[in-house]
């Protein structure tokens, strides 16, 4: 397994929608989603769902088991990560 597998909005971005020449909006108005949620998804500010990776196969564009497969790795991988020093979320709150 990859150590640091790419987000994959950014594989959506570079390997689907760049090299078929098509913008942003172009690539939302086919995938019949709105561009602001497939920015999100291609900003890493949102997960590849369920709903996207079926509107993704039912565009030819791979299955939806491997869009998963490579959202859950790059999960996992994320998770994997040491904590960052700056993290407060894992704090305890008593004194």
Known sequence: MMKNP???GELLYEDVITDLGLS???AADQLGMSRVALSRVLH??????TDLAL?????GIS???AWL????????AQAKQPPTSHS???QSTSP
């Open 6 to 8: 790419p987000y994959p």
């Open 24 to 26: 942003v909006t172009e």
């Open 44 to 49: 890493g500010r949102a997960a590849i769902s």
């Open 88 to 90: 407060c979320s894992e």
């Open 55 to 59: 509107r993704l196969e039912m565009a």
């Open 63 to 65: 299955t939806a088991r």
């Open 69 to 76: 497969a490579i959202q859950t790795n790059y999960d996992l």
